[in-house]
């Protein structure tokens, strides 16, 4: 009797199954959960889910790993992933050294990845990729918005500075590709620098009218303390990452003011953004932060792919999420050939709102930017 | 160009003052009891958390102080009662491994509690501000308090362990552990000791140094490199050997920042000189650590074994 009993459930399920029309979608997400780079990783992670969690669609199944910010660890997950979990789309890595070495191999085995963050110019140019889509940005975005607003903004000599590895020379590249006054001087720190008391020193005795700094992580909230101890008062240019919401509390009052350059800030005047601010402070307690943003942005785009095709059909779903027919938080998106953003950019400054330091909009740096290896793209 | 001189000078002391606090520490730990101890930027990061908590909470700079030097020295006292006691007698791949084991623990233990998310710790407001330099350069006031404080407590050590009846045991202790246990000193008491502080100096620097940099796990690590660097140059288990080494890496490290992007600038076009000047900037402290250890393979106050 029994036995019957578990077979009509098993085949009532099975009808239940074949009568849902779209194929499940399973996501890999790798990304930074432990040690010194975990929060950027959790906020990507709090708002990919935060907006699988508002879809509720049964066909999406997320798995989450920790890629404690280590280039073989990524590695050995996104194996375990695509072979043992057998994921359709990775997403998640925040460092660029680590999506260049767990980007080429997974899309070289057709499985789709989904950029939170990290877009090396080695996957936007020669290296771009039919199943690599950048839903951040290109990494030279930000400091080439810097370098444009520092321009607009009529500064003449500029003092740059950004660590000593590939990330920040591009940085410094980007600056300069849209400055078009004097670089005084072009420092570069040791990479985990903490004490920037020399470099100050130079800034001090230099002769340029700004300063341009690329020191993401623990290293811009050194940099800014000591920078407001130190009684130089040339103006801070960078890109949003030193002066983001999860790190501002760190650096305190020593922000205030700073210019910085974002794709998205919480007073981008939409209403997806703004229900997505008031939905993420809801369900976290905390203000969101730019890597929230793209983590969220990041699951909608999938999740508007999956209404439109069937991930069996690869080349249906790629041009699903190519079309980008999203809302983004960002407001207006579009994919350029290279299927990394087309995006307006902006500068913001850093304000107290009651006791929390946050971000204000106060121009618009550069509109409808691409990036500078589109052209190199052929796809 | 006099002032900035001036100003970079007194930037290396500073860093070499904060790295003696650190290598101290080490030094003792392991002159006395011949242990490897890689957790001790833990005890420095414990020290910075507790700082920035307390001094988040009370609002006073100095309770924080307090907190840092109290958490880290209970933290250290604990660490070698419960796991290194057990760790003298093995070699020294065991201690690695497991004060290994303990970076993780207090890593993972410390996100646990304050989350992921660098704390904020700042000056307090008389120290904030700067001083102006004989040539017209300013210097901000609290590093040049960290200096006057580092050197204060340089002097403290240099008087605890060539005056005290605790600084003859420890001297002791460093030339023969066997003996002097045979001659009736507590030593399980004496290693508990020597421990606690020189976690509690970790600790002080970890709250200096965490406000004028970033409170956030895994902060202790880059800071214990340098410190090994230093205890390698002085000579190990020496505390006048971490004192000169400390200096020697401030110094080095602060002006081959500074100088070897101007030298190279001299015969090359701007950019390489930065590109090369920089590089070799970072890898002038291993350079010269090397240099020592060609002269002196024990280093500079090292006992000759």
């Known amino acids: 009797m029994k036995g019957i009993k578990t077979t009509i459930a098993a085949a009532a399920a099975l009808l239940a199954a074949g009568a849902a029309q779209a194929e499940p979608v399973k996501v890999g997400m790798i990304t930074t959960l432990s040690g010194g780079g975990a929060g950027l990783g959790i906020d990507a992670r709090d708002g990919f889910m935060l907006a699988v969690k508002q879809a509720n669609n049964p066909d999406l199944e997320v798995v989450i790993e920790d890629d ?18 057998k994921v359709d789309v990775l997403t998640g890595i925040i460092w660029s050294n680590l999506a260049v070495a767990v980007v080429p191999s997974a899309v070289a085995q057709d499985k789709i990845y989904m950029s939170v963050n990290a877009a090396p110019s080695q996957l936007a140019g020669r290296g771009c990729n039919k199943n690599y889509f950048s839903v951040s940005y290109q990494n030279d975005n930000l400091h080439e918005a ?33 400055f078009f006054g ?64 999860g790190i501002l509390g760190a650096v305190g009052d020593a922000a205030l003011g700073v210019k910085n350059t974002s794709n998205w800030s919480k007073d981008i ?55 980008a027919d999203f809302n983004s938080v960002r407001g207006k998106f579009t994919f350029g050939p290279n299927q990394h953003p087309i995006q307006d950019l902006y500068v913001r400054e850093v304000v107290k709102e009651g006791d929390i330091l946050t971000n204000k909009i106060v121009g618009t740096a550069l509109t409808d930017h691409s990036d500078a290896y589109a052209s190199e793209c052929s796809m | 160009m006099f002032s900035l001189f001036l100003e970079q000078l007194l930037n290396g002391l500073q860093s070499g003052v904060m790295l003696f606090l ?98 904020f710790l700042s000056v307090p407001d008389f120290l904030t501000g700067t001083v102006i330099l004989p040539g017209g350069s300013q210097y901000p006031l609290f590093r040049l308090a960290i200096i006057v ?10 008087l605890l362990i060539g005056k005290t009846r605790l600084g003859i045991r420890i001297r002791a202790g460093e030339a023969d552990r066997g003996m002097i246990a045979a001659l009736g000193v507590d030593i399980d008491r004496l290693y508990t000791i020597v421990f606690a502080l020189g976690a509690a100096l970790a600790g002080l620097a970890g709250a200096f140094v965490g406000t004028t940099q970033s409170v956030q796990v895994g902060m202790g690590e880059p800071v214990l490199i340098l410190a090994f660097v ?28 500074f100088l070897l992007p101007h030298a190279f600038a001299t015969f090359l076009d701007p950019s390489s000189a930065t590109a090369i000047g920089s590089a070799l900037a970072s890898m002038l402290i291993y350079i010269v650590m090397a240099l020592v250890l060609f002269l002196r393979p024990s280093g500079l106050f090292g006992a000759t074994s």
């Open chain 1, 182 to 245: 004097d670089i005084t001087d072009e420092v570069y720190t040791k990479l985990g620098q903490t004490d920037y008391a020399a470099e100050i020193a130079q800034i001090r005795a230099s002769d340029a009218d700004h300063v341009f700094f690329f020191l993401p992580g623990g290293m811009g909230i050194a940099f800014m303390k000591q920078y407001a101890q130190s009684g130089v008062d040339k103006p801070l240019i960078g890109p949003a990452f030193s002066m983001d919401q």
């Open chain 2, 230 to 257: 230093v205890i390698v140059i002085g000579g190990i288990g020496s505390i006048k050997g971490a004192l000169v080494g400390s200096l020697l890496v401030g110094f080095t490290d602060t002006m081959g920042r």
């Open chain 2, 22 to 119: 650190m290598a101290s520490g080490l030094t003792l730990v392991f002159g006395v009891m011949g242990l490897i101890n890689l957790a001790h930027g833990s005890l420095y990061m414990v020290g910075a958390f507790a700082c920035a908590a307390v001094a988040a909470w009370t609002g006073s700079f100095w309770l924080g102080l307090v907190a840092s030097l109290m958490a880290a020295a209970i933290a250290g006292a604990l660490v070698e009662m419960l796991i290194i006691r057990r760790l003298y007698n093995r070699d020294h791949l065991d201690q690695v491994l497991a004060t290994f084991a303990l970076i993780l623990i207090f890593s993972e233990g410390t996100r646990w509690i304050f989350g992921s998310f660098p704390l």
């Open chain 1, 146 to 178: 810097a370098g444009g607003y520092a321009s607009s903004a009529g500064y003449e000599k500029a003092f740059i500075l950004a660590p000593n590895y590939p990330a920040g020379k591009d940085s410094l590249t980007g600056f300069k590709r849209y």
């Open chain 2, 149 to 158: 404080a580092g050197l204060a407590v340089a002097v403290g050590l240099f």
């Open chain 1, 68 to 85: 404690q910010r280590k280039p073989d660890v990524a590695v050995q997950l996104a194996d375990k992933m695509i072979q043992q979990e």
């Open chain 1, 269 to 323: 005047d939409n209403p997806t953004n703004a229900a997505f601010v008031e939905s993420f402070k809801a369900e976290y307690d905390r203000l969101p932060s730019l890597y929230a943003s793209f983590g969220f942005d990041t699951a909608n785009l999938l999740l508007s792919a999956m209404d439109k095709a069937s991930i069996s059909d690869k080349d249906a779903f790629r041009e699903a999420l190519r079309a």
